[in-house]
Protein backbone atom coordinates (compact mmCIF):
# COMPACT_ATOMS: atom_id res chain seq x y z
CA UNK A 1 0.00 0.00 0.00
CA UNK A 2 1.22 3.34 -0.94
CA UNK A 3 1.14 6.23 1.83
CA UNK A 4 0.71 9.82 0.63
CA UNK A 5 -0.04 12.71 1.83
CA UNK A 6 -3.82 14.39 1.45
CA UNK A 7 -3.57 17.48 -0.73
CA UNK A 8 -6.61 19.23 0.84
CA UNK A 9 -5.46 18.57 4.94
CA UNK A 10 -1.74 17.34 4.76
CA UNK A 11 -2.22 14.32 6.56
CA UNK A 12 -0.82 11.12 5.57
CA UNK A 13 -2.98 8.28 4.42
CA UNK A 14 -2.98 4.84 3.06
CA UNK A 15 -3.41 5.68 -0.94
CA UNK A 16 -5.62 3.57 -3.23
CA UNK A 17 -6.57 5.30 -5.99
CA UNK A 18 -7.91 8.51 -7.39
CA UNK A 19 -7.21 11.68 -6.69
CA UNK A 20 -4.56 12.45 -3.61
CA UNK A 21 -7.04 13.01 -0.90
CA UNK A 22 -7.62 11.29 2.12
CA UNK A 23 -10.95 9.72 2.91
CA UNK A 24 -12.38 12.39 5.65
CA UNK A 25 -11.57 15.05 2.73
CA UNK A 26 -12.98 12.59 0.27
CA UNK A 27 -16.46 12.01 2.08
CA UNK A 28 -16.18 16.05 2.97
CA UNK A 29 -15.89 16.95 -0.86
CA UNK A 30 -18.95 13.89 -2.12
CA UNK A 31 -20.91 15.64 0.66
CA UNK A 32 -20.37 19.19 -0.62
CA UNK A 33 -20.53 17.67 -4.31
CA UNK A 34 -24.30 16.76 -3.28
CA UNK A 35 -25.03 19.99 -1.62
CA UNK A 36 -24.23 21.36 -4.54
CA UNK A 37 -26.22 19.19 -7.14
CA UNK A 38 -29.17 19.80 -4.71
CA UNK A 39 -29.13 23.35 -4.68
CA UNK A 40 -28.24 23.75 -8.57
CA UNK A 41 -31.89 21.22 -8.63
CA UNK A 42 -33.75 23.90 -6.68
CA UNK A 43 -32.17 27.00 -8.05
CA UNK A 44 -31.29 26.13 -11.81
CA UNK A 45 -30.89 29.98 -11.93
CA UNK A 46 -27.55 30.36 -9.72
CA UNK A 47 -24.95 31.91 -11.06
CA UNK A 48 -21.78 30.33 -10.61
CA UNK A 49 -21.05 32.64 -7.95
CA UNK A 50 -24.02 32.01 -6.20
CA UNK A 51 -23.59 28.45 -5.72
CA UNK A 52 -19.85 28.97 -4.70
CA UNK A 53 -20.73 31.23 -1.62
CA UNK A 54 -23.96 29.67 -0.78
CA UNK A 55 -22.35 26.19 -0.34
CA UNK A 56 -18.92 27.42 0.76
CA UNK A 57 -17.28 25.36 -2.49
CA UNK A 58 -14.70 27.34 -4.84
CA UNK A 59 -15.56 27.88 -8.21
CA UNK A 60 -12.58 25.99 -9.21
CA UNK A 61 -14.03 22.99 -7.64
CA UNK A 62 -17.69 23.57 -9.57
CA UNK A 63 -16.04 23.74 -12.70
CA UNK A 64 -14.12 20.63 -12.24
CA UNK A 65 -17.10 19.09 -11.69
CA UNK A 66 -18.44 20.32 -14.84
CA UNK A 67 -15.69 19.49 -16.89
CA UNK A 68 -16.05 15.71 -15.26
CA UNK A 69 -19.62 15.97 -16.03
CA UNK A 70 -20.84 15.51 -12.80
CA UNK A 71 -22.74 18.70 -12.46
CA UNK A 72 -24.81 19.95 -15.58
CA UNK A 73 -26.66 22.83 -15.83
CA UNK A 74 -30.25 23.82 -17.25
CA UNK A 75 -30.89 26.03 -20.14
CA UNK A 76 -32.78 28.55 -17.96
CA UNK A 77 -28.94 28.61 -15.70
CA UNK A 78 -26.92 31.77 -16.75
CA UNK A 79 -23.99 29.38 -16.47
CA UNK A 80 -23.28 28.79 -20.13
CA UNK A 81 -20.44 26.31 -21.22
CA UNK A 82 -19.05 26.35 -24.18
CA UNK A 83 -16.89 23.68 -26.44
CA UNK A 84 -13.30 24.05 -26.08
CA UNK A 85 -13.36 22.95 -29.56
CA UNK A 86 -16.38 24.60 -31.62
CA UNK A 87 -17.46 27.26 -28.77
CA UNK A 88 -20.93 25.42 -29.14
CA UNK A 89 -22.96 26.27 -25.87
CA UNK A 90 -23.18 22.54 -23.70
CA UNK A 91 -24.56 21.83 -20.65
CA UNK A 92 -21.84 20.36 -19.37
CA UNK A 93 -18.46 18.41 -19.84
CA UNK A 94 -16.03 20.33 -22.15
CA UNK A 95 -16.57 19.58 -25.80
CA UNK A 96 -20.18 19.19 -27.70
CA UNK A 97 -21.78 15.80 -28.82
CA UNK A 98 -20.35 16.30 -32.00
CA UNK A 99 -16.65 17.50 -31.17
CA UNK A 100 -16.49 14.26 -28.78
CA UNK A 101 -18.07 12.33 -31.60
CA UNK A 102 -15.05 13.54 -33.83
CA UNK A 103 -12.48 12.90 -31.47
CA UNK A 104 -13.52 9.50 -30.49
CA UNK A 105 -13.21 8.74 -34.65
CA UNK A 106 -9.75 10.33 -34.52
CA UNK A 107 -10.48 13.39 -36.89
CA UNK A 108 -10.00 16.31 -34.57
CA UNK A 109 -6.00 14.94 -33.80
CA UNK A 110 -4.94 17.42 -36.41
CA UNK A 111 -5.49 19.96 -33.32
CA UNK A 112 -2.71 18.65 -31.86
CA UNK A 113 -0.47 19.59 -34.66
CA UNK A 114 1.96 22.45 -34.31
CA UNK A 115 0.90 22.91 -38.64
CA UNK A 116 0.18 27.04 -38.89
CA UNK A 117 -3.92 27.72 -38.50
CA UNK A 118 -5.51 28.16 -41.49
CA UNK A 119 -6.11 32.25 -41.67
CA UNK A 120 -9.30 32.76 -41.14
CA UNK A 121 -11.30 36.43 -41.36
CA UNK A 122 -11.17 38.16 -38.08
CA UNK A 123 -14.83 38.16 -36.32
CA UNK A 124 -13.78 39.45 -33.35
CA UNK A 125 -16.51 41.84 -31.53
CA UNK A 126 -13.13 44.14 -31.22
CA UNK A 127 -13.96 45.55 -34.98
CA UNK A 128 -17.09 47.02 -34.10
CA UNK A 129 -15.83 48.38 -30.87
CA UNK A 130 -13.68 50.11 -32.83
CA UNK A 131 -15.77 51.57 -35.19
CA UNK A 132 -17.51 52.60 -32.51
CA UNK A 133 -14.48 54.48 -30.94
CA UNK A 134 -13.97 55.78 -33.75
CA UNK A 135 -16.98 57.64 -34.61
CA UNK A 136 -16.47 60.88 -34.03
ZN1 LIG B 1 -7.41 15.06 3.90
ZN1 LIG C 1 -17.74 21.35 -30.30
Redesign the pocket.
Known amino acids: MDVKT?R????L?NYLSGPP??S??KDELEKKFAQVKEYIRENPRASMKEISEENDVPQQQLQQWVREERLEFTSDSPIQMTCESCGTRIQTGRFCESCKGKMASGLTNAFKKDEPKPVEKPKKKDGNHMRFMNKD
Open positions: CKCGRFICAC
